[in-house]
């Protein structure tokens, strides 16, 4: 089972206006082809599908701690998107909505997440193909999982690299300076797996990391504080095999902040949740906010 925490895993910079161009970019991190949806829905089903759990479950126990985090991870992706999808201009009220007020959306890229979703962010990529099943890998083999899953780690990260370089937007930078920082993390944990059962030094073969994060300013204060180096295991009690392989004495990567990996009980602290207002222009003419405000007030107040 999962349990849910009112937070994000990093706190986001509350856009400085709607970016919506900016936000049909962070999409593909969502539901492309090597989005959060797709790592999500391989570790998921993969540990849903783990053959010989105990005696294996050193790796089970990584798969599923990974598993959680992608949780978050989308969750993480779809409030940028949502953050920065407000439309072209600043939210307005009670505006004349014969006049056109949204005529710019025309001309953005991604229109669908305005006309369709009101804003929202959907499992798609950047170009509005659904997500689908075909990107997940569960072969019931372990290693050919893992291997799949260092592949795909190393994707993700190239793909964040290239949308961060589409962008000045802070929001979507700042989602993936610490998706860069956090894929690394995975891509590791999974060489680090391979290496133990196979013996075969993976990173050599393919760098980990092949993406030089010091460069990059929105990663500088997870290395800082040393989330290169953190497995999360999101849970009081479980999942805690999987320090064999990531926190047994292991070193964080060359290039990284020097250290021992170390896995962490429970999850990161996060940050809070943006409280995205609804534009009235975007709803009308049945939508009347105050009086929702109002009937979710009076519940709220009884809840106390």
């Known amino acids: 089972m999962f349990m849910r925490i009112d937070k994000l895993q990093a706190a986001l ?3 400085k206006k709607p ?15 090597y989005g959060e949806m797709s790592t999500l829905g391989n570790y998921m089903f993969q540990s849903f599908n783990f053959r010989s759990k105990s005696n294996l479950r050193p790796f089970y126990s990584l798969v599923a701690s990974i598993t959680a985090e992608e949780l978050g991870h989308v969750e993480l992706v779809a409030n940028g998107v949502a953050m920065l999808n407000n439309g072209p201009g600043d939210p307005r ?15 953005i890229r991604l229109a669908g997440s305005f006309l369709s979703n009101g804003g929202g962010a959907m499992p798609m990529n950047s170009n509005g193909a659904s997500w689908n099943m075909d990107f997940v890998t ?22 964040k690299l290239r949308v961060y370089e589409t962008m000045t937007e802070p929001t979507g930078r700042e989602v993936c300076g610490y998706l860069l920082v956090r894929g690394s993390v995975h ?18 073969m393919l ?37 064999g392989i990531w926190g047994n004495g292991e070193m964080a990567l060359p290039g990284d902040p020097p250290g021992e ?16 207002t609804g534009t009235y222009s975007a709803f009308a003419p049945d939508y009347a906010p105050q009086e929702i405000f109002e009937v979710a007030s009076k519940l709220y107040k009884k809840s106390r």
């Open 13 to 15: 910079p509350e856009p």
């Open 19 to 33: 970016d919506p161009n900016a936000a049909a970019a962070l999409q593909e991190l969502l539901g492309g082809k």
């Open 93 to 107: 009220e009670n505006v004349d909505i014969s006049k056109t007020p949204w005529e710019a959306m025309q001309d």
């Open 138 to 159: 569960s072969t019931g083999n372990v290693i050919i999982d893992l291997l799949h899953n260092f592949h795909l780690e190393c994707g993700a990260r190239i793909h």
């Open 187 to 204: 891509a590791h944990a999974y060489a680090l797996a391979l290496k133990k059962l196979t013996g075969v030094e993976i990173e050599k």
């Open 207 to 243: 760098p980990t990391p092949n993406i030089n994060l010091s460069k990059i300013p929105e990663c500088q204060k997870y290395l800082d504080e040393g989330s290169h180096r953190r497995l999360y295991r999101f849970s009081p009690s479980d999942y805690h095999e999987a320090s």
């Open 261 to 276: 990996l170390e896995l962490v009980d429970g999850h990161p602290d996060g940050g809070k949740i943006s409280d995205m």
